[in-house]
């Protein structure tokens, strides 16, 4: 229903009167057009009326029983407001509004006629196939272009009209049929269609809106055929002379024709492309044509090529051409790429290269000088080696690239560039250390740059100027005043029974911010700093103590301000001061001298009322005798445990004979419970000290007496002055070790294994240090304050054994593997190994570092090979020549000629042209006649020639 009211008049305040002739015909006026989906609208109503509701009606004859016709009235549902879009149900109907006022009184319009729906159809179109006169089986043809419209003007929406379909296939000559199932807006040819007859296809269509339906004419008829995809596979087909043979005139005109075929083809839907059986072809086709035609592309390009690149761009190229086999190489047609290829090609002027070759050999072999068993470089500083290294680079760059391997020991150049770079970023990591930074900021800079120069190897180390590390010490030191100021500060926050600070309300949050602060600074600390500082685990347990305390102040601040307040309840104020006491009794010594608050909190106990009901119970004055005593147990501190165990037993005897009456009058018995917990909890820590008094071991003592030290620390004040007495007594009387470490000489003797960044000492010496280390307990192991340097040296010594079993295992049979790790060490590393074993490296080392005339010759051999890349005559003869020199050659020599995969090459291309002679046969069958033609096809230029060479009469 429409909430809204609708005033006839002018929205005055005042109630409208109806008139009593409510219920008369004709009384509202509706306006628009008896139309499906046009809008009526009540556009009158009666005077002074306030309609609030609507209701809109079919007008509906029914058949009475005695046979005559009878009218109702049917609601409209939904049609509560006063406008009604008219809905298709309506068509043909009669209909009017009902408008009720206020008071209940009914208004109705005169009825109106909706039209009919008098429907029309375009004929369907079909869309989706790929070809513009026919389908391809396997293609899914889709209705389109069919529009309903009402001849009477209704505006149909595309929601109200409602289709269905039929297809039909062509029988005979001029008859139809049904296509059975055929019954969506699409329809998929069946891949087998031609088989069974299905060619001509149409479809027509029906439409229903409301109760109205109409029929289309049937649409045209559509083929189904395979001639597109036969005529484009025929024409593919065309594109071989045979397996191995484009039949092409010229590449371009060939590219044209196959952009245009690769159109058709992909014009295709899926389906019909899936008919193509040969596109391989084409697709390969295209392959070959974009495969040529770069080629062709970076031969004309190899003017615009800088001269000392040119060597390895005509290279590539010349690989690129002998990749390719007989069916691509038929794109080159008269073979031009082929000649403007081996036009490009030059061969070394060997005589003067092998002597460039043999100069730059000792130009690299003299970097390097070799001191007490320590290789190093000659140059004294990175940039007078980079020097050397860029000059004999650029005249390795200069010479062919069929020379640039036959240059020997560039692994001396590869690792001089990286110790270059290494040293630079080394030097690079001072940027972050400046003078201008707080002294933990250089000290942590400097911890990094440290870190990395104990990294560097001893070549490295050497190209480091002493500058350097002067700035290095300097960064390292800068945290020594810092160090002493936060020492003394600690020193003032710490004490052993008490905290030196004397906190107050003012003054408190100031305390937390200055530990807060002392913590802080320590963490920022590098480890070594660190260490220098004392008390700091003290300074960590204070902050805690800190948070423990401010908790307890809260609870007796919050207690007192209940005291000031008029009305509150006694029991309140008796659970509030119980709570804040108990919180205050579990405290340490050292955190109940922070709770400021304390002095007044305990003077200031709650009073309690005692009710009685009028009776005073007889033993009233034994209640309060024990009340007073009870009240002594608040001060713990003026009884020894002994005391206090008697009292409280005392106590306890006489509160259980109090009558119940009596009892109510015990009003501290709190203290009573609390005072037999501390007992409780003392004894407890007794069984502890007697377990560690009986101990006999001195060490087993000594750590069941760090255990018992935890365990007195966590005690609250009341308990820690409880059991002071024996507590005492185990630590004035604990067993003396005499074989206790002495952490102090430890200490020293790891600060003293390393001197200049090399270790002073043995592996055996270190390994020792390490033992002694791990024998300490955990306490101990945090006094050795020179730990990072025991710990470093650890993992150098591992290291160094790793390494040295490689030496051991691959020294004889293959000392590069072993000169390679040596490489690898730190300066610290090295100086763990004796000297003659570091002297015997450097021997086979320097070694290693030797021309060899007889494999710069062999090289020119292999060179000869080869003629602007086509094989030379005789080619198997030469090659068995050269072969047996090679083999002849010692391993080292055979790394100097890095040409040898050219040897190789002619070897393999040897064995493949004589696996296709093999296949070949004068008077053959045709099969065998294939496999040979197949097998011959997929030669390169440069294996083609040399079969043609080698077996002239075959063809």
């Known amino acids: 229903m429409n909430k809204k009211l609708f005033l006839t008049a002018a929205a005055i305040p005042v109630a409208l009167i109806v008139p009593t002739v409510a219920g008369a015909a004709e009384t509202v006026i509706i306006t628009g057009q008896n139309i499906v989906n046009e809008t009526l609208t009540v556009d009158k109503l009666p005077e002074n009326t306030v309609v609030n509701a609507y209701q809109w009606y079919y007008l509906e004859k029914i058949d009475g029983e005695d046979g005559s016709k009878n009218t109702t009235n049917k609601p409209i549902s939904g049609a509560t407001s006063s406008t009604l879009k008219v809905p298709v149900e309506a068509a043909g109907k009669s209909i009017f509004v009902e408008a009720t006022t206020t008071d209940g009184k009914k208004f109705q319009s005169e009825t109106r006629k909706i039209n009919q729906l008098d429907l029309e159809i375009t004929a369907p179109t079909l869309e989706g196939y790929s070809a513009s006169d026919f389908v391809a089986p396997g293609e899914t043809v889709k209705v389109a272009g069919v529009t309903v419209t009402d001849k009477a003007g209704a505006k149909l929406q595309s929601g109200q009209i409602t289709y269905s379909y039929q297809w039909f296939y062509k029988l005979g000559d001029s008859s139809f049929t049904i296509i059975e199932g055929a019954a969506g807006g699409t329809y998929t040819i069946p891949k087998d269609a031609i088989e069974k007859g299905i060619k001509d296809i149409i479809v027509k269509v029906k439409a229903q809106v409301g109760t109205a339906f109409v029929e289309s004419d049937f649409s045209t008829a559509i083929t189904v055929s395979k001639e597109p995809t036969d005529t484009l596979m025929n024409d593919i087909k065309a594109l071989l002379v045979h397996d191995n043979q484009y039949n092409v005139s010229s590449l371009e005109s060939f590219k044209g024709q196959l952009t245009a075929l690769e159109s058709k083809y992909q014009a295709l839907s899926v389906p019909a492309k899936a008919n193509v059986s040969n596109y391989e072809v084409l697709k390969r086709a295209l392959a070959d044509v974009e495969l040529v035609s770069k080629l062709e592309e970076k031969v004309d390009k190899i003017k615009d090529v800088n001269e000392k690149d040119r060597p390895k761009y005509i290279q590539e190229i010349e690989e690129a051409y002998n990749k390719l086999d007989q069916l691509q190489r038929s794109l080159d047609v008269n073979d031009t790429l082929y000649t403007n290829i081996k036009d490009l090609l030059n061969e070394p002027n060997d005589l003067e290269e092998i002597t460039e070759v043999r100069r730059l050999n000792q130009a690299i072999v003299h970097l390097l000088s070799y001191e007490n068993s320590l290789a190093q470089y000659v140059p004294s500083d990175k940039d007078a080696l980079q020097t050397l290294v860029t000059s004999i680079e650029a005249d390795i760059a200069k010479l062919s690239q069929n020379y640039r391997g036959a240059i020997q020991n560039q692994t001396i150049l590869t690792e001089a560039k990286a110790d270059i770079k290494k040293v630079e970023q080394f030097i690079k990591s001072f940027d972050k250390l400046s003078p201008n930074n707080t002294p933990n900021k250089q000290v942590t800079a400097a911890k990094s740059i440290r870190s990395a120069y104990e990294k560097l ?286 952490i102090t000489q430890l200490n020293n003797e790891i600060a003293i294994i390393v001197s200049n960044e090399l270790y002073t000492v043995s592996m055996e010496k270190i390994q020792n240090l390490s033992t002694q280390y791990s024998s300490l307990s955990s306490s101990d192991k945090k006094l050795i304050t020179n730990y990072d340097i025991l710990k470093a040296a650890i993992a150098d010594v591992k290291k160094v054994e790793s390494f040295m079993k490689t030496y051991e295992k691959s020294f004889s049979s293959n000392p590069s593997t072993v000169i390679k790790a040596f490489e690898k060490l730190t300066s610290k590393q090295v100086s763990l190994i004796d000297a003659g074993t570091r002297q015997l490296i450097m021997e086979k080392q320097q070694g290693q570092q030797q021309t060899n005339e007889n494999a710069l010759m062999l090289i020119e051999s292999i060179n000869s090979l080869l003629v602007k890349g086509e094989y030379v005559d005789g080619l198997e003869d030469k090659v ?32 493949k042209v004589a696996e296709v002679h093999a296949l070949y046969k004068a008077d053959g069958d045709d099969a065998a006649r294939k496999a040979w033609q197949t097998a011959y096809g997929k030669l390169s230029k440069k294996l083609e020639l040399l079969y043609t060479k080698m077996y002239p009469t075959e063809k």
């Open 880 to 911: 068995k020549e050269i072969r047996a020199k090679y083999d002849e050659l010692s391993a080292t020599d055979k790394k100097i000629v890095k040409n040898y995969s050219k040897l190789t090459q002619a070897e393999n291309d040897l064995k």
């Open 457 to 742: 190897t001893y070549k490295q180390l050497k190209l480091v100027s002493d500058t350097y590390l002067q700035r290095l010490t300097v960064a390292e030191s800068a945290e020594e005043s810092q160090i002493a100021a936060l020492n003394h500060d600690i020193d003032s926050y710490i004490g052993d029974d008490i905290y030196p600070i004397n906190p107050s309300a003012s003054s408190w949050q100031s305390h937390v911010n200055n530990v807060n602060r002392m913590i802080k600074e320590y963490k920022s600390l590098t480890k070594a700093s660190a260490a220098q500082i004392i008390g700091y685990d003290d300074l960590v347990t204070l902050q805690k103590d800190l948070k423990t305390a401010e908790k307890v102040i809260k609870d007796m601040d919050a207690y007192q301000k209940l005291m000031g307040i008029t009305g509150v309840k006694e029991s309140k104020l008796t659970s509030s001061y119980s709570s804040a006491l108990k919180a205050y009794n579990k405290l340490t010594t050292l955190q109940q001298s922070l709770v400021y608050n304390a002095d007044d909190f305990l003077l200031n106990t709650p009073k309690v009322s005692i009710d009685d009901n009028g009776k005073v119970p007889a033993d009233k004055a034994a209640a309060e005798a024990l009340k007073a005593n009870i009240a002594k147990l608040a001060n713990v501190t003026t009884f020894t445990f002994k005391q206090l165990e008697s009292a409280v037993d005392t106590a306890s005897e006489s509160y259980k004979a109090l009558s119940s009456g009596g009892r109510k009058y015990v009003t501290n018995y709190y203290l009573l419970t609390a005072a037999k917990k501390d007992i409780s909890g003392v004894k407890s820590f007794h069984k502890k000290v007697q377990t560690a008094r009986e101990e006999t071991d001195a060490a087993k003592q000594a750590k069941k007496i760090e255990t018992v030290q935890k365990a007195y620390a966590k005690l609250p004040a009341n308990q820690q002055h409880l059991a002071k007495e024996q507590y005492e007594a185990l630590l004035n009387n604990q067993i003396i070790d005499e074989n206790a470490p002495n």
